[in-house]
């Protein structure tokens, strides 16, 4: 990771510590490097924060100004920008969000034109010159000044593709969904709609505040009682920039990205299509999904946690499904990106196929009780390679045995350690975090209060 761009793009609160100067200065960046040798061309989405117009508008200023040509989705997902970008003639993709985040918050995420996140390489390039580490970029002048184009076409297109990807009429389903208040709202309802779905809505009335705001997957007890109240066969959540996607059953309980990846991986090996019959997690997975996917037979692969990790190995290796348990769920054979509206059919189609309700797919994983403790700590390698606190890991990991597990890892953002535990009950959770708590607080790293 940079000094400005994390895993998911550079991220702040709006002109504070992601400002406009910053989006303008991208924006020169960009235009210029991608125009030396020709015309540089670029795609923008946006999506439902009121700084995301103007950020798009520094963003536009900087590129147009450089030479290159700004081509404007307006406001959609993530994952239809990286689908335009990698099935057209751009250079580039930028999608202005911050995905879960609050409103206040915003980012600016790049996107190569293989429709894959920015490779390190140019994104140090870009630091550089926010830094003012670069000569000056030369201004466009007369008929090299860029354009801008209106491309709403281009979502279209988006749209078009994800219809076309459904192998079922979903005629006579009811479905949920939960917009979160954010990009998906103007794009999903008019996929379920023409499948043939009986759609019902929630959270799909943006004004620029209320994105995410106690709706979409990172509050998903609104649409849980949705789906009760109404009586619904299925539901879906989505985040801000809906690049990810979690489920309710029709009995109003959550399906995690964890049972998302057991649910499409199985069907896939039934199917014949689960590549090197393996299935790409992160870290962060339950030890209950590893324990199904034992039974049925089915490998797995762990990553660090971020779906650029997962993607990176599933790209390496030629596995064709891989995700995290917040819901970001790749299937390579269709997207470069986490999608959460891909997801929904996905996962529809499994329903339909098969014959069965969400709740019985996901009957198989029994998911593990699980407790994470964040201590804030005066030196995360210090207290993460502390002797003793190694020694209290691996006495919980032999105590444990084949009953749980244990991950201790530093925040990438934060002055974190985070101490998780999977076990049988939760009692047994709480002692093996304050097990080794005790330790880092003993030996002095925590940070003072």
């Not at 103007?54 to 450089?66: D, W």
């Not at 580039?92 to 390489?121: F, R, T, V, W």
């Not at 007369?142 to 219809?163: F, H, K, W």
């Not at 090197?276 to 962060?284: K, P, R």
Request: hydrophobic share 35%.
């Amino acid at each position: 990771m940079g000094k400005y761009f994390g895993t998911d793009g550079f991220r702040g609160e709006a002109n504070k510590n992601l400002t406009v100067e910053h989006a303008y200065k991208v924006g020169r960046f960009i235009g210029w490097y991608y125009g030396q040798e020709h015309k540089c061309k670029v795609v923008i989405g946006k999506d439902t924060r009121r700084s995301s117009y103007m950020f798009e508008y520094a963003l536009v200023a900087g590129l147009t100004a450089s030479g290159a040509d700004a081509y404007l989705l307006h406001v959609t997902t993530t994952p239809s920008v990286s689908y335009v970008v990698r099935t057209e003639d751009f250079d580039c993709g930028i999608m202005i969000s911050a995905s879960h985040n609050p409103y206040y918050d915003n980012g600016i995420k790049l996107i190569n034109n293989k429709g894959e996140k920015m490779q390190e390489s140019v994104i140090l390039k870009v630091e550089a010159y926010l830094d003012g580490l670069m000569d000056e970029i030369p201004f466009a002048t007369r008929e090299g000044i860029g354009c801008t184009v209106d491309y709403a076409a281009g979502r279209n297109r988006y749209v078009g593709y994800l219809i076309s990807l459904a192998v079922h009429s979903f005629k006579g389903k009811k479905v949920g969904l939960d917009c979160a208040n954010g990009s998906s709202w103007m794009i999903a309802k008019s996929v379920f709609d023409a499948l043939g779905a009986k759609t019902y809505v929630i959270n799909n009335e943006p004004n620029g505040t209320n994105i995410n705001t106690n709706c979409g997957s990172t509050h998903i007890q609104g649409l849980q009682e949705f789906v009760k109240e109404n009586q619904l066969d299925v539901g879906f959540a989505y985040d801000g920039d809906a690049d990810r996607c979690l489920c309710v059953d029709e009995k109003g309980n959550v399906i995690s990205g964890d049972l998302i990846l057991y649910i499409c991986g199985k069907y896939m090996k039934d199917k014949g299509e689960l590549d090197n019959n393996t299935v790409v997690t992160t870290v962060m997975s339950n030890f209950g999904l590893y324990k199904a996917f034992d039974k049925i037979g089915v490998e797995y692969e762990k990553t660090a946690v971020g779906d650029k990790y997962v993607y990176e190995c599933m790209q390496t290796n030629g596995h064709k499904i891989g995700g995290e348990e917040s819901g970001h769920i790749i299937f390579s054979k269709y997207a470069t990106t986490g999608d959460g509206i891909l997801t929904s059919i996905m996962m529809m189609d499994v329903m339909l196929a098969k014959k069965m309700t969400l709740s019985e797919l996901a009957m198989p994983v029994v998911i593990y009780p699980q407790l994470l403790k964040n201590v804030r700590v005066k030196n995360k390698p210090a207290a993460r390679n502390d002797i003793d606190v190694i020694a209290a890991v691996e006495d919980v990991e032999k105590k444990l045995g084949n009953t749980g597990r244990i991950l201790v890892r530093e925040s990438g953002t934060e002055p974190v350690i985070r101490v998780m535990v999977e076990a049988e009950s939760d009692e047994i959770c709480e002692k093996y975090v304050d097990q080794v708590i005790d330790v880092l607080i003993a030996k002095g790293h925590l940070e003072e209060a």
